[in-house]
């Protein structure tokens, strides 16, 4: 299997020169050469696989004989030997048209740690396996940077630096990341937004000397061993429910922000498992909502949510969908991202709009709508679901249709972000796990926003 960039610039590559690569050298996205397809007889040998079965099978078509097969199949127990429920990502039934795939039952109780277990184990064996250090340098809007910590903290080989908005995470997130005291981890409170972040960490990757000296690797969705991992779950809900005697088409409703979980469900797709609607849930940070419903790609005035994950306006994964959306045509890619850089908005024109609309359902939730989803489905079902998953219910009630059938993913444990439940009056008991972390000291430093503070404190640090 190889890999190319969505620009066309790169060499193809090999599964684990991807995954170091991160950013492609020419500034795209790095998707397979050719997507694996999956069968109809294949998916039904699936049926009864565990979830860490499944991911070996999937990860094999991806990876091939790269990292024998024993190898990756410890990679791969290691990494879901995590979880806390049995069957990794479990499917609970809400009512007849709805179920809620739980995705939260890794380390840090958000579904990052399902990419992020394997991607510190496969960073941990590269290291091994090349002799070398590898920094990993991340940005976050609170899970990613938690969850990728926990997946590196004290292994050998690996230091990673990870920046966070100043103030702008739920304290428990906070608290993730910086009451970790292993000596391989750097946590930088930045003075902006999540937005600004995720503009340095491109940045620095973009300057190639800087990226080489240091060998910098990526732990953002826009790497791809994250996407990977993430389409893993959908197969396995799909089987999970079709083993039940679910038949009907499933939909599936995804809170999204970076456009990574929904695209991972747009490669399942395009892999073959015959999913329904992908619906594509945001917050008031709508860019991609109004991406899908008006065929226009333009940044809007930044909000904070209760769905603080998904406070984003530049969706680093989307140039991956307008690469399969323009034919897999580098060279229409790159027109279009010139054309994001210098005029600040991408159109699609209408031949291809039916198309993204066959992909996509999509609508953005309001802050009031986020928490009125939270009580009314507290008071109705007894079931606590987090504003991040609220957003993809919420979305999922106003789209599926009568008759269907829609998995919402459920992104992150409610205990994540208490300050949004008890606006609803909703009270509860932290897991054990998150409890402890209160009174636990913090290892953080403040920075400013500009490029060279960052890279200074990194030459520090690595
Ligand atoms: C990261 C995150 C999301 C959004 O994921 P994308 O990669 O932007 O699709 C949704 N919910 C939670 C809780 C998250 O941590």
Not at 38 to 48: E, H, N, R, S
Not at 147 to 168: D, Q, T, W, Y
Request: hydrophobic fraction near 40%.
């Amino acid at each position: 299997m190889e890999y190319i960039s969505t620009r066309g610039q790169v060499a193809p590559l090999g599964f684990i020169d991807a995954i170091l690569m991160g950013l492609a050298d020419d500034g795209g996205l790095l998707v397979p050469k050719a997507v694996p397809q999956v069968d109809a007889a294949t998916l039904q040998a699936w049926g009864k696989l565990t979830y860490a079965e499944l991911a070996l099978e999937i990860f094999t078509l991806y990876i091939g004989n790269e990292i024998p097969r024993e190898e990756l199949q410890r990679l791969v127990e290691d990494s879901y030997g995590t979880f806390r429920d049995v069957d990794v990502t479990p499917v609970r039934r809400i009512n007849n048209g709805l179920y809620v795939l739980e995705l939260f039952h890794g380390p840090t109780f958000a579904f990052k740690d399902i990419a992020l277990q394997f991607l510190g184990n496969l960073y941990a064996y590269v290291s091994k396996q090349t002799n070398s250090i590898i920094h990993i340098l991340g940005a976050t809007s609170g899970d990613t940077g938690a969850s990728a910590i926990e997946g590196v903290r004290g292994k050998e080989g690996i230091r990673i630096c990870i920046l966070h908005p100043s103030g702008k995470v739920s304290k428990v997130q906070e608290l993730q990341m910086t009451t970790v005291d292993d000596a391989n981890v750097l946590n930088l409170a930045v003075d902006g937004t999540f937005d600004d972040c995720q503009r340095i960490i491109k940045e620095l990757f973009a300057d190639v000397a800087f990226k080489h000296k240091y060998h910098l690797r990526a732990i953002n969705s826009i790497n791809i061993a994250r996407i990977l991992a993430q389409t893993v779950y959908y197969f396995y809900a799909y089987l999970q429910l079709a083993q039940q005697g679910q038949s009907e088409r499933m939909n599936f409703s995804v809170p999204t922000g970076n456009f990574g979980d929904i695209f991972a469900g747009y490669l399942a797709k395009r892999m073959g498992l015959p999913i329904g609607k992908l619906i594509l849930a945001t917050n008031e940070n709508n860019i991609l909502e109004r991406f899908v419903n008006e065929g226009v790609y333009e940044p809007g005035e930044f909000r904070g949510t209760h769905s603080p994950s998904m406070d984003i306006q530049v969706a680093s994964n989307f140039e991956r969908y307008l690469y399969y959306l323009y034919g897999e045509d580098p060279v229409q890619v790159s027109r279009l991202m010139g054309q994001f850089t210098t005029e600040g908005s991408i159109v699609i024109p209408s031949d291809r709009m039916n198309q993204v609309q066959a992909d996509f359902a999509a609508y953005g939730v309001k802050n009031d709508e986020c928490l009125d989803t939270i009580g009314n489905y507290f008071a109705k079902y007894d079931y606590l679901l987090d504003p991040h998953t609220a957003c993809g219910v919420a979305a999922s009630d106003r789209l599926t249709e009568e008759g269907e059938v829609t998995v919402a993913l459920s992104t992150a444990h409610p205990a994540k972000f208490d300050e949004s439940i008890r606006l609803r009056g909703i009270e509860q008991t932290y897991p054990e796990q998150i409890g402890a972390l209160f009174g636990k000291a913090q290892h953080q430093k403040q920075v400013g926003g500009s490029n060279a503070e960052i890279k200074a404190e990194l030459e520090r640090f690595f």
